[in-house]
């Protein structure tokens, strides 16, 4: 049973810097290994953010990049989002 809840990211209000760093608490609390970082954010961001992330990573798939990879091509888009 995993402790708090990581609710899905809205592109039009949120702060990509301030959800990326309530993850990384949710990662610690739950005990989460650095290899299921990328598959955690894919599943919890939401269908409109990873809809995002695939575009700016394209050719690339999102899950075959590193998580600081992946949160900082989100950050170039949502600067202050």
Not at 22 to 34: D, G, P, S
Request: glycine content about 4%; proline content about 4%; charged content about 25%.
């Amino acid at each position: 049973m995993s402790i708090g809840k990581i609710s899905e990211f809205n592109i039009r209000t949120d702060n990509w810097r301030l959800y990326i760093e309530r993850l990384e608490q949710y990662f610690v609390v739950n005990k989460i290994e650095k290899d299921m970082y990328v598959p955690t954010l894919i599943t919890v961001v939401g269908a409109e953010c990873y809809e995002l992330l695939v575009n700016l990573c394209t050719p690339k798939k999102p899950r075959t990049m590193g998580f600081s990879e992946l949160t900082t091509i989100e950050s170039v888009i949502l600067k202050g989002a």
